[in-house]
């Protein structure tokens, strides 16, 4: 099983700067990665496959890079949406497919 | 618009079952393959499985926590995908959701509450 951690657990930034959280895989999962943005409530939005395509409809604020083992999403101007709680996932190597813990960004 | 609903969850006791249901509309749901997923509270999402379209044969894949408990199964007929939950255990505890499965998951449900509880 790949086991996918996420850092940080908590990221605190101010509306209008930027984010960038980390997620890294116990192996190589190519560019099998993907992320989602999760709202209590709320469905799971997929953001980004590939590890760094972006979703129908996600804005170009959005941005996600790495292969391999380390992964990055970048939200390059925080708006209030934003904060959310924040999930990678790999499909690379499956059964079983695997989530990291989360990030939750928080306003500052 | 494509849109999942799961209905089913509520309140168990140990040992007893439940059946989940994902109502979809949108999309041609026979094409696709569907998953289920939880979230234990405190914790990150898990995946719980995931049921093949007919072409890919309908077959079924399970995590290990869940595997011999937990069947999925759908109706291509009424768009819905199905989890049955037994031998419920207080560790099942948690907001169930469906996903339609394209190896990442591009639309989701908003969940369903399960709590496993004497």
């Known amino acids: 099983e790949i086991v996918m951690t996420q850092s940080p657990a908590t990221l605190s930034v101010s509306p209008g700067e930027r984010a960038t959280l980390s997620c890294r895989a116990s192996?190589?999962?190519?560019?099998?990665l993907a992320w989602y943005q999760h709202k209590t409530g709320q469905a799971p939005r997929l953001l980004i496959f590939?590890?760094?395509t972006r979703a129908t409809g996600i804005p170009a604020r959005f941005s996600g890079s790495g292969s391999g083992t380390e992964f990055t999403l970048t939200i390059s101007s925080l708006q209030s949406e934003d904060f959310a709680v924040y999930h990678c996932?790999?499909?690379?190597?499956?059964?079983?497919?695997?989530f990291g813990q989360g990030t939750r960004l928080e306003i500052k | 618009e494509v849109q999942l609903v799961e209905s089913g969850g509520g309140l168990v006791k140990p040992g007893r079952s439940l059946r989940l249901s994902c109502t979809t509309s949108?999309?041609?749901?026979?094409?696709?393959?569907m998953s289920w997923f939880r979230q234990a509270p405190g914790k990150g999402l898990e995946w719980v499985g995931f049921?093949?379209?007919?072409?890919?044969?309908?077959?079924?894949e399970y995590a290990a926590s869940v595997k011999g408990r937990f069947t999925i199964s759908r109706d291509d007929s009424k768009s819905i995908a199905y989890l049955q939950m037994n031998s419920l255990i207080i560790e099942d505890t948690a907001m169930y959701y469906c996903?339609?499965?394209?190896?990442?998951?591009?639309?989701w449900g908003q969940g369903t509450l399960v709590t496993v509880s004497s």
């Open positions: 996903a339609r499965d394209t190896y990442y998951f591009d639309k």
């Open positions: 590939g590890a760094s």
């Open positions: 049921i093949r379209s007919k072409v890919y044969g309908g077959t079924t």
């Open positions: 996932q790999q499909y690379n190597n499956w059964p079983p497919i695997t």
């Open positions: 192996q190589s999962v190519s560019s099998s």
């Open positions: 949108g999309f041609t749901f026979g094409d696709y393959d």
